[in-house]
T-cell receptor
Framework: DAKTTQPPSMDCAEGRAANLPCNHS???????VYWYRQIHSQGPQYIIH???NNETNEMASLIITEDRKSSTLILPHATLRDTAVYYC????????????FGKGITLSVRP | GAVVSQHPSRVICKSGTSVKIECRSLDFQATTMFWYRQFPKQSLMLMAT?????????EQGVEKDKFLINHASLTLSTLTVTSAHPEDSSFYIC??????????????FGEGSRLTVL
């Protein structure tokens, strides 16, 4: 699986949009970009994924650049409960394809 | 989304004993489950891939005789930490693939099991 790089941390004000960047310059054509988050002492939670088109769901939006070498996860209105470690992962398809976690980015939402 | 449940959520045991952790997919059948370990302030580290009805595939550096994995049914995988020692104290997390999801099946995670070995 391709590796990803994320800044170690960022913060944003409650109610504002949080834009979390991710670089995946070695991504292959059949690899998806996945975002998970982990709130302290809990299992990771799926947020969103995409291949090349931008995606939006009830939690977030995912913007993938045209060359697919980077992406941005957008939390449109961050709340205190969004404080967590966010992991950007690229993953091959296939029955046994694995999720390999990097260090992620720690998002701190301040009041 | 799909639900994956782990039990127990916390366990404390004495050094030298064995501990079993269960991972269940509650509303889907999971042919593949994954086991992770997470030490404090670190990321999740994949330990093994568990396929129903066959032997687990362990990641490099993970002792298969130390961490026994059984995936006897499509909804249950177990991880047994044998002869546990204090250095095995960690947060153990399982995930299961829902084959009905997109991209070859979505992965959902359990709540995690915190093991403390005294």
């Amino acid at each position: 699986d391709a590796k990803t790089t994320q800044p170690p941390s960022m913060d944003c004000a409650e109610g504002r949009a949080a834009n979390l960047p991710c670089n995946h310059s070695t991504i292959s054509g059949n690899e998806y970009v996945y975002w998970y988050r982990q709130i302290h002492s809990q299992g990771p939670q799926y947020i969103i994924h995409g291949l090349k088109n931008n995606e939006t769901n009830e939690m977030a939006s995912l913007i993938i650049t045209e060359d697919r070498k980077s992406s941005t996860l957008i939390l449109p209105h961050a709340t205190l409960r969004d404080t967590a470690v966010y992991y950007c992962i690229v993953r091959t398809t296939g029955a046994n394809s694995k999720l390999t976690f990097g260090k992620g980015i720690t998002l701190s939402v301040r009041p | 989304g799909a639900v994956v449940s782990q039990h127990p959520s916390r366990v404390i045991c004495k050094s030298g004993t064995s501990v079993k952790i269960e991972c269940r997919s509650l509303d889907f059948q999971a042919t593949t489950m994954f086991w992770y370990r997470q030490f404090p302030k670190q990321s999740l580290m994949l330990m093994a891939t568990s396929n129903e009805g066959s032997k687990a595939t362990y990641e490099q550096g993970v002792e298969k005789d130390k961490f026994l994995i059984n995936h006897a049914s499509l909804t249950l995988s177990t991880l047994t930490v044998t002869s546990a020692h204090p250095e095995d104290s960690s947060f153990y997390i399982c995930s299961a693939r829902d084959p009905s999801g997109l991209a070859d099946g979505e992965l959902f995670f359990g709540e995690g099991s915190r093991l403390t070995v005294l």
